[in-house]
C-alpha cells in the first residue's frame, strides 16, 4: 500500500469518516452495508481483471468505488441491491470506455443504475458535515488539479439557488446547509472522468450545478447522479477545449 496514493489517502479518509459517523449514530448497519460493497467491488474488480490479464489484483480505485457506493446508498437496502449496484459500478469501469478511459464514474454509474432500475433511494451519509468534509476535501481536489471544478460549480449552485432563495424570501445563507459536500469534494471531482483542461473544468463544474438546478426544479430525483452522469459524456469534448 502506498501511503502517498491519492486513493490510498481518500480510502483511509472515507474509512476513518465511516467510522465516525456509526460511532456517534451508533449505526452499525451502516458499517456493514459498507464492508458489502466494498468487498463486491473489490470482487467484481478482481474478477474482471484476472479475466483479462490472469492475475489476481486488489486496486485502490475498487476500494474507492466501493466506500462511496456505501455512503450514497442507504443502508437499509437489502445486500444484494448493493452488490449489484457495486457489480455496475465495476463493469462500467471496464466496459464503457473511450481512448483507455472509462467515461463515467464508477460508482455514480452504479447507483444511478440501480435507482434507476429498482426505484430506491439515495441516502449520502454525512454529506452535509461540511467541517468535516471541506478540509480533507480542499486537500484532495487541490492534490488531483480539479479545483477549477469545485469552484465553477459552487459559483453556479450559489447563483441560482441564491436568486431563488430570494424569490422565495429564504435566508441565502441556508444553502450552505443543504450542498452535498460528498458530492462536491469526494465525486464531481474523479481525475479520469472530468476534463483536463482549464476551461473544460470551468464548463464542467458550472454545467453540472447547472443541470442540478434544472433537474431540482422538475422534481427529478438523483439531480446530481444525472448531471454528473450527463457531463461525464461531455469530458471527450471538453478536453479539447484549451
Keep these: 500500500m502506498n501511503i502517498k496514493s491519492i486513493k490510498v489517502q481518500l480510502s483511509i479518509f472515507l474509512i476513518a469518516f465511516a467510522l465516525c ?19 463486491a467491488a473489490i470482487g467484481a474488480d478482481s474478477i474482471i481483471t484476472y479475466l483479462k490479464s490472469k492475475k489476481i489484483i486488489i486496486t485502490e480505485s475498487s476500494i474507492v468505488s ?35 478511459r ?59 439557488f441564491g436568486i431563488q432563495a430570494i424569490i422565495q424570501n429564504v435566508q441565502i445563507f441556508n444553502i450552505l446547509g443543504y450542498l452535498n459536500y460528498f458530492f462536491i469534494f469526494i465525486m464531481l471531482v474523479e481525475p479520469m472522468t472530468t476534463p483536463m483542461t482549464y476551461y473544460g473544468k470551468i464548463i464542467f463544474g458550472s454545467g453540472v450545478g447547472i443541470l442540478i438546478f ?29
Design 21 to 39: 459517523l456509526s460511532f456517534t449514530g451508533k449505526d452499525s448497519l451502516f458499517l456493514l452495508s459498507l464492508g458489502v460493497s466494498v468487498i
Design 66 to 100: 466501493g466506500l462511496i457506493i456505501g455512503y450514497v446508498l442507504s443502508s437499509g437496502e437489502a445486500w444484494w441491491i448493493i452488490i449489484l449496484a457495486s457489480i455496475f459500478a465495476i463493469s462500467s469501469k471496464h466496459i464503457i470506455r473511450f481512448n483507455g
Design 102 to 160: 472509462h467515461v463515467f464514474n464508477p460508482a455514480g454509474f452504479g447507483v444511478l443504475i440501480i435507482t434507476f432500475l429498482l426505484g430506491i433511494s439515495t441516502e449520502w451519509k454525512g454529506a452535509n458535515l461540511w467541517y468535516i468534509i471541506i478540509p480533507l476535501g480542499i486537500y484532495f481536489v487541490f492534490k488531483i488539479r480539479k479545483q477549477e471544478i469545485v469552484i465553477s460549480y459552487l459559483i453556479a449552485s450559489f447563483i441560482l
Design 214 to 242: 434544472i433537474l431540482y426544479l422538475f422534481g427529478i430525483k438523483e439531480a446530481e447522479l444525472l448531471a454528473l452522469a450527463f457531463f461525464n459524456l461531455s469530458t471527450l469534448l471538453l478536453n479539447r477545449r484549451r
